[in-house]
């Protein structure tokens, strides 16, 4: 029989054993409570950023496909005709609209919202930009991303466009010499297609090269934070935002969150995402822009 002094001598090595036991299992049990939580939380923020992608490219296959400037040059010319009597010369309907802005604003506005194709750009639009405002911290490099991809729809993927073109007035004539002076309801097919030619060309020429870039930017950077472990990504999207002064460009603002994240992201994707957005810079320049339209000029002239 162990005697009670010998049990007395050992209470306190039993206690502190089973101390240490509880303390290793509760430090155990913690780190399997973080690891899951930031298990959790990785894949949500993965799902975040593939719904961002997803949203994101079915808006540019959508602009791609050139489809909803044809429909809207079509609803456009039918809502000019609700308007205006049948009887009404189109020279002097594209002379009112070029010295009424604002009416050839109302009618492309109408139009635009009419048919679910163009409807959809302007939708989806809005969808991309929730869906970057859910991104934070470091992820939050799509938010400028996405802001330069709605000021490009904005000017020449929507209402705006056909309100520039209404309003050209001589200019929109000259596409319509042999059509100018008749009725709208004989010259209509002509004016939908040259509609749906200047709406085109404009697109093409000033932000055809860009968007393609703008959606290789998403997807490099989409692919670069899903490459990282569970742990780096949880810990680049609760990253604080260093302090910088404004930058003159949305372009601008994207190199300087790129600069603060770049140490963090796997090995390559940094310099790829720079190359991306210098080309993203060179295609909404103006200077891009006139190049563009000067090359097609020349070819127009020469019949290529």
């Known amino acids: 029989m162990v005697s ?6 050992f209470a306190p090595v039993a206690t502190a054993v089973s101390s240490l036991v509880a303390v290793i299992t509760l430090v155990v049990g913690f780190k399997r409570y973080n690891r899951e939580l930031a298990e959790k939380k ?3 923020l993965r799902e975040d950023l593939g719904s961002f992608l997803s949203e ?3 808006l540019h296959e959508a602009i791609k496909s050139g489809y909803p400037l044809i429909v809207g040059a079509t609803t456009t010319v039918r809502e000019l005709q609700k308007r205006y009597p049948a009887t009404t010369t189109l020279d002097s309907i594209l002379t009112e609209l070029s010295n009424e802005s604002s009416n ?5 506005i109408t139009a635009w919202a009419e048919t679910p194709a163009t409807a959809f750009v302007s939708s989806q639009m809005a969808a991309v930009s ?4 859910r991104l934070q911290g470091g992820l939050a490099l799509f938010n400028p991303l996405t802001r330069l991809l709605d000021w490009l729809v904005k000017d020449g993927y929507s209402p705006l466009i056909f309100r520039k073109v209404l ?3 001589d200019g929109l004539k000259q596409g319509l010499s042999a059509d100018v002076g008749k009725p709208l309801g004989e010259a209509a097919n002509a004016l939908v297609c040259r509609l ?3 709406v085109s060309v404009y697109f093409v020429a000033r932000y055809g090269k860009a968007i393609e870039e703008l959606r290789r930017f998403a997807e490099i950077g989409v692919q670069a934070f899903t490459a990282l472990s569970d742990k780096e990504l949880t810990s680049i999207a609760v990253q604080s935002e260093k302090v910088h002064e404004a930058a003159a460009t949305l372009p601008g603002d994207i190199r300087r969150r790129m600069r603060d994240i770049a140490p963090l992201l796997p090995e390559g994707y940094a310099n790829r995402l720079e190359t991306v957005l210098e080309n993203i810079e060179t295609y909404i320049s103006k200077d891009f822009a006139l190049e563009q339209w000067s090359t097609r000029f020349d070819k127009k002239k020469k019949g290529e």
């Open 104 to 108: 050839a604003l109302s009618i492309a």
């Open 130 to 133: 929730l869906r970057s405002q």
């Open 56 to 58: 994101w490219l079915e």
């Open 4 to 9: 009670m002094s010998l049990l007395t001598e």
């Open 42 to 44: 990785a894949k949500m």
């Open 167 to 169: 309003s050209l007035g």
């Open 196 to 198: 749906q030619s200047e």
